[in-house]
């Protein structure tokens, strides 16, 4: 190719603790050019772009800066060249503001030493817009949900002066419409001459943005393909290793249709409305909305996450009464969080032990606990689940952001639940593993719980749901069969029929 | 093919890591017989016998206080008021027995109790009270049991316990100090209990990511405050061995005793920030300090001089432990 790669990378490889998770990986970006990275959970994606942020050092392997040779001794490094990161897994100060986090360690000063806040309020209102977004910048961001956090982790890259963008699954916890803006945002970018690096699972966004493609498959680069030469199939089977048969898996209809949820009169924190609804035996109950629309506020409410419970809970007709996780779980609640780092894993702890300890209570001999039972029913989830690594005794921590998530999955999966409520199951799983996923909901419901799917990713709901409810501003404005579902009819329940 | 790798690849981690595990489960045993080699040569008499019983029988209370420790660490809180507890335990036990001539078994329940009620209060208080650290709660319980131990008895010690209280500190079962057996014991125990018991797991849980254990389903408050009564037991059960030595109850007994408690348990390779340590680098930790200790007091090094050494000891073996730890997670 005769344009001057902006970044290039020859003959990257690392290794942690002796696992060469790199190998040998030659790269490039090109000036205004979207290069995507795809590749299985695991494959080496975020280890690769961490190592051009200078996150990471490189074992073995050089890296070019406009042709000429570079070396960051850290992330700040590459900032000063140009480098701006969206990093899979957020990184905001829960206590600071929204403003506070987007500038933090790159402040904008009057004179020598004094904060300029109303320049920096107006920046940061200025930047959440491009993504169109009105979040106030003087809130806190603990009082944000995830899909929010994420936009201002967006925001974040926006104050270095960048001439490369790196985006580790940006979308991943963002809905049809936030995505939308983004990938607009991304164009108006690279019509700025900007280049972009994009990691992300969902393939059909990647056909929409990208311009060349290159997929890693166990550490190892497979090709780099132009995306006008492709179709998704072909990168599926490259990613993967073999063609999917279907994404979403089918299920044989159940006669069973005992009512196992019922709520009633349950009122969100600043909502006027309330919300009622019920859940049945056999059917995957979807729940659609935009970010903030007050899904995740709905569902822990019903599990008692936070600190009261205004409406009433039925479970197979019987009136429960749900103060915390405690209660809801003696009740046969699993709640999938939607924040894998904040509330779901103990990142310091064995695969096994994230995997059991919601169900501890199951494995008891006696007073003492039978290691053996422990040790056996991690090994069948991590493999159900084709966690990579497959170590019982790896940290979590040592886990790519997709194979963490499973790990989640399958803490909730091992509590034989009656009633599963999951907030974004698939957030960052590759397509192999979603249909894995999908298969063991399958199994569930089969074994007659109540399942119940909160996602932003309208194929996932309208591909698994038997009935889909939309929420907008804190209540249900919709009630849909399957049949009935459709982008444009939940969109428009979404936006409150606006 | 690429599986065939993968699987080769498995085998070598694994031999690495067994490498890496040992160190890190043997690392602070290692420094242990380092320090003790070392004392050996500059002094014939440290590995006699009758040293090695007396560094078992001195180690004792700071081994029970400091398994006590080890528990609110793990949760990422901390215990400052075990010393203070403690002498509020034996001053109640001296009243009941010697003043009050109630039956010593009665006394020795009583003196538990009071431990354990103490870290009861501050189970409470860190939970019910919603105190923000147990920093602060422990502190206030320091202050207000100390206070207590001088009031009750006017500052006044007691003295003249019968044998049946005496027996934990000051018998022997051969060679060996009775109160170091109890310490095994109870040892095992705790070992039991955070290894495989659910509430032990949760203990762990709840320091590695509160609001996960939460969600988790874990009574986080109730276990919590089970944390902070068995670290006020075990000061109580510690003040039964010192009393048991010295033969007397007084109520500045403890005083600064949760230090060595807390560098025991750091310098066994428990974090700070909470979910990581164990049973048996709290006794490693407690040796290394009681060692320390014996091995300067028979090159008659003064106290002053023992503190300046074990400050030093204890930000080294920090130190080693969070380079080792760098030297595995950031690469
Ligand atoms: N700090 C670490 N220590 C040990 N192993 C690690 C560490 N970080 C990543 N790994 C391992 O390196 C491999 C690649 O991980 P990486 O996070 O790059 O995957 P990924 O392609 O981004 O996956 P995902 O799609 O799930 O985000 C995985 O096997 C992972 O377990
Ligand atoms: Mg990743």
Known sequence: MSIQALLE?????????????????????????????????????????????????????????????????????????????????????????????????????????????????ERAKNYLKRLGQNIDPDKKISELGVGQQQLVEIAKAFTVDAKLIIMDEPTASLSETETEQLLQTVDELIRQGISIVYISHKINELMEIGDRITILRDGAKVDTLDVKETSQDELIELMVGRALDEKYPKRPSLSMKQEGLRIENLKLKNSQSIISFSAYQGEILGISGLVGAGRTEMARAIFGADEKNSGDVYVFGKKVNIKKPKDAIAAGFAFITEDRKGEGLFLDQSLAFNINIASMKNYKKGMMLSNRELLQSAGAYIKALRVNP???????????????????????????????????????????????VYRLINQLVQ??????????????????CDRILVMNEGTITADLKKEEANQEIIMKAATGGK | MANVAFDENQEIVKEKKTVKAFLNKFGSLIGLILLCLILAILNRDFLSLNNIMNIARQSSINALLAIGML????????????????????????????????????????????????????????????????????????????????????????????MAVQFLGSSFAGPIPVSFILVVIIYILFHLFLTRTATGKYIYAIGGNRDAAHLSGINVDRVLILVYTLSGLMSGLAGLVLVGRVNSAFPLAGLDYELDAIAAVIIGGASFFGGVGTVWGTMVGTLIIAVLRNGLNLMNITSDLQKTIIGIVIIAAVFVDVLRQRASKKQ
């Open chain 1, 9 to 121: 990378l020859r003959n990257i490889s690392k290794s942690f603790s002796g696992n060469k998770v790199i190998k040998n990986i030659s790269f490039s970006v090109l000036p205004g050019e979207v290069h995507v990275l795809l590749g299985e959970n695991g494959a080496g994606k975020s280890t690769l772009i961490k190592m051009m942020t200078g996150a990471y050092t490189i074992d073995e392997g050089e890296m070019y800066w406009n042709s000429k040779p570079v070396k960051f001794s850290g992330p700040a490094d590459a900032m000063e060249y140009g480098i701006a990161t969206v990093y899979q897994e957020l990184n905001l100060i829960p206590e600071l503001t929204v403003c506070e986090n987007i500038f933090l360690g790159r402040e904008l000063k009057k004179g020598a030493r004094l904060l300029d806040r109303t320049k920096m309020r």
């Open chain 1, 390 to 436: 497959q170590r019982k005794e790896e940290h979590a921590r040592n886990l790519s952001g997709g194979n963490q998530q499973k790990i989640v999955i399958a803490k909730w999966l091992a509590t034989k639940a009656k009633i599963f409520i999951f907030d974004e199951p698939t957030r960052g799983i590759d397509v192999g593993a979603k249909v894995e």
């Open chain 1, 447 to 464: 074994e007659g719980a109540v399942v119940m799917i909160i996602s932003s990713e309208l194929p996932e709901l309208m591909g698994m």
């Open chain 2, 71 to 162: 528990l609110p660490i793990l949760t990422a809180g901390i215990d400052l008021s075990i010393g203070s507890i403690l002498a509020l335990s034996i001053m109640c036990m001296g009243i009941a027995v010697v003043n009050m001539g109630l039956n010593p078994i009665a006394g020795l329940i009583i003196c538990v109790g009071t431990g354990a009620l103490c870290g009861w209060v501050n189970g409470i208080l860190l939970t019910k009270l919603r105190l923000p650290h147990p920093f602060i709660s422990t502190l206030g319980m320091m202050n207000i049991a100390r206070g207590l131990a001088l009031i009750i008895t006017a500052a006044a010690p007691i003295a003249g316990f019968p």
